[in-house]
């Protein structure tokens, strides 16, 4: 969510007249922030330090910090860092022209705040980093109150768009040759609860497989909670919607996940896995999971790593919990000592790294088709491989050889052979059966990227000033 919202920052930023910078020589740098985990709140002010010495040497260089930290600390961060000029919240993205303006002219930092959203920010244009996968948000904030997030506070209760505006997105991302979207909400499937239809997401899964064009729709992240049998229908039903799923765990012990204010229970979880996997036998599914959280027993972590060997995920995302100042849990007695937290840890991921290796060895030899993509394999070069995404949401490295139509661009799709597998990715070295040109990938060669205008509501617009440049900065989550 953070990512697409550096891509409507970006698309505002362009209509208002900017241009992206080249590096280091930004005009005006923006930072989007996170703050669901404590790290991004310390590298924030590390970052921020950095910049000093540019803004000493340039001082009409403007600074701007916005996302759920700037929510959170507010004016606190003018404080700590002066020579930021624009502090602005998750509810005002579009305030960012206005307020950069505003400071310029006044010489003064501006810090807008709001408590409630201002527009839905998918009314605002964005200038979008991928030509063949487009983030579309069905939601944002969150109606649940979890007590170790952050996001509530921060993000607000959660606001629907209407099913029309969302699915017109999608086809002008399609329209301009966009293969793949991921509907993006804080608790996705609890889509529509503003506008009273329980079986909204499962609806908007199938108009999307009405759109002709969209190859793949994978969603994030779905609540166990709200996870309803018609969703999986309507997942099993839809060609394109992906055998991909993000279930969020966070724990397998019953006690632990009433700490958390997680209103489902160990069985209730493995219960919608094994019917997803009734549904869709080749279903991935992947999952959250913090360890540590205040009060966990080594038999509330034994029942975690149970639910895991039961659950086989494909992967899992693991983090020690740390403490947000202002959730519920931060107040919790019984803190967890950092040594137990790691060592608890360290067998989590021991063991889904077993899983995991377990299950992609039994992919070794099946067919698979891939949306080739940017930027995935580190070691590409060396390997002389490219990389791409399986329809399961899988990464695989593949030896580009064999039945090839001219060169693989990211964004085209080619349908290769598993040939061996490790923990965190699958290899592919045997010649492609096939490679499929795609506008996506002319659009990538000619770095042509997707722009979706929005509709700037009653947002005054300001011409930059020279000179222009603008760079842009997300968070790294
Ligand atoms: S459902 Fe997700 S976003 Fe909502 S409070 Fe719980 S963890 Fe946070």
Redo the contacts with the bound molecule.
Sequence with gaps: MNVHDSERLAGMLEDAGYERAGSGDADVVVFNTCAVRENADNRLYGTLGHMRPAKDRNPNMQIAVGGCLAQKDRDTIVKRAPWVDVVFGTHNLGSLPTLLERARHNEEAEVEILEALDVFPSTLPARRESAYSGWVSVSVG?????T?????AL?GKEKDRRPGEILAEVQALVSEGVLEVTLLG??VNAYGVEFGDRFAFGKLLRSCGEIEGLERVRFT?P?PRDFTDDVIEAMAATPNVCPQLHM?L?SGSDRILKAM??SYRSERYLNILRNVREAMPDAAITTDIIVGFPGETEEDFEATLEVVRQARFSSAFTFQYSKRPGTPAAELPDQLPKEVVQQRYDRLIELQNEISWAENKNLVGRPVELLVAEGEGRKDAETHRLSGRARDGRLVHFTPTGAVDREIRPGDVVHTTITRAAPHHLVADTDISSHRRTRAGDHWEEGVRPKTSGVTLGLPSFGAPAPQPIAEQGCAC
């Design positions: 969150c109606n649940n109150t979890c170790f997030c952050i996001v509530p993000r804080q608790n992240s609540h969020p966070q204010r997680r």
